[in-house]
């Protein structure tokens, strides 16, 4: 029997066995035919219930407001202050005090360009800092889920304090606690628990950050890469989650997770329906909800909110923005990625909560 005839029995007798996905498949089959037998309109009647949730999303807010044009300019100014030295300066500043925590200063840039612009803008100028840095793959997770700890845009944080102010609640140290200590404390803790594999490093050993490239041309690449981060990533991953979303609402089981998720945040001390905004539309969203609200809201229940608002949220950012960016950008895989802001997700629901309990009797009358 030659190589040939060898191959081919091979792949019969590999072929006549059966597979577990061919088995879902046929199931798949059946049941596609049954549901077109009894009831024919029920796909048809499912791919609109779909539409209608992915749709308000995609087009409303990501194509049609303000949220897309500000992805694209956030990589654009991102990619300007990389140019005119940020990221030096950042990793001069960070130096000291990373080289006492034994960990790559790089960590802390996803953090600051989050705050300065956008979340996928930081991760896709980040990633690539994080590997010329020479940072292991523990202190890329660290920068991950430390990035998480950040307000996704410089909008939310705005919103955030005249929601504050509407509650008459003092935001000064609220903000040095729940998004500035975090930079510093979080890398800390992951470093002496999840992720050890960190190395204190030297000025003299990181190289130069800022690029080379002319002004203009920075300026028109990086209105390009960030037209591109939109389209071909933000877009996809939203549409994926609300997929899921909307088919959860036809078959009838989103009415439960969504109740059952406000009795946790309101558990949490955190309000809940600006709560499940931030955790599945849009952070900015919900904490602009939090200012118009201000008469019907129990204050007490503003600081929760307001913390977990000024996150890496919501999840189509956790579950599909980040591992893609993240995969393309930086050393890490998609699963790595998607763990690490898992990881980053826990900590600021729990520091969300935590603040919440102990910071409100100090800061609401």
């Not at 046929?26 to 077109?36: D, Y």
């Not at 920075?218 to 989650?241: D, H, N, Q």
Request: overall charge neutral.
């Amino acid at each position: 029997m030659n190589k040939d005839q060898l191959s081919n029995s091979k792949i019969k007798t590999s072929r006549s066995k059966w597979h577990y996905f061919e088995v879902i498949g046929l199931i798949l089959v059946v049941a596609s035919l049954l549901i077109l037998l009894v009831n024919p309109n029920s796909l048809s009647d499912f791919f609109n219930a779909v539409i209608s949730e992915v749709k308000p999303i995609v087009v409303d807010v990501f194509l049609t407001s303000e949220i897309g044009i500000a992805i694209i300019i956030s990589v654009i100014f991102g990619r300007i202050i990389e140019r005119l030295g940020f990221t030096d300066g950042l990793i001069r500043l960070f130096v000291p005090i990373m080289k006492g925590l034994k960990i790559n200063p790089s960590v802390i840039i996803p953090s600051v360009y989050n705050i300065l612009g956008d979340i996928n803008a930081a991760g896709k100028i980040s990633g690539p800092v994080l590997v010329k840095a020479k940072a292991t793959k523990a202190e890329q997770k660290i920068a991950v889920a430390t990035m998480i700890q950040s307000p996704q845009s410089f909008a939310t944080l705005v919103l955030g304090l005249i929601a504050l102010s509407m509650f008459n609640i003092n935001a000064f140290p609220l903000i040095i606690i729940s998004i500035f200590l975090p930079i510093v404390v979080v890398p800390f803790i992951l470093s002496k628990t999840i992720y050890r594999d960190t190395k204190k490093v030297e000025l003299e050993e990181l190289p130069r950050f800022t690029p080379k490239t002319r002004f203009l041309e920075t300026i028109f690449t990086s209105a390009k890469e960030g037209a591109e981060l939109l389209f071909l990533t933000i877009i996809p991953a939203v549409a994926a989650v609300f997929f899921f979303i909307g088919a959860l609402k036809f078959f009838g089981a989103w009415n439960v997770i969504e109740s059952s998720l406000s009795s946790i945040l309101t558990f949490l001390s955190i309000e809940p329906s600006t709560g499940i905004v931030s955790i599945l539309a849009a952070p900015t969203l919900a904490v602009a909800q939090l200012a118009e609200l201000a008469s019907t809201i129990d204050p007490r229940l503003i600081v929760g909110s307001f913390v977990l608002a000024n996150s890496g949220l919501p999840l189509s950012v956790i579950f599909g923005q980040i591992p893609v960016t993240w995969a393309e950008s930086s050393d890490l895989n998609e699963r790595e990625a998607l763990i690490a802001a898992i990881v980053g997700m826990i900590i600021r629901v729990l520091t969300a909560c935590i603040l919440a309990y102990f910071l409100t009797p100090l800061l609401v009358g």
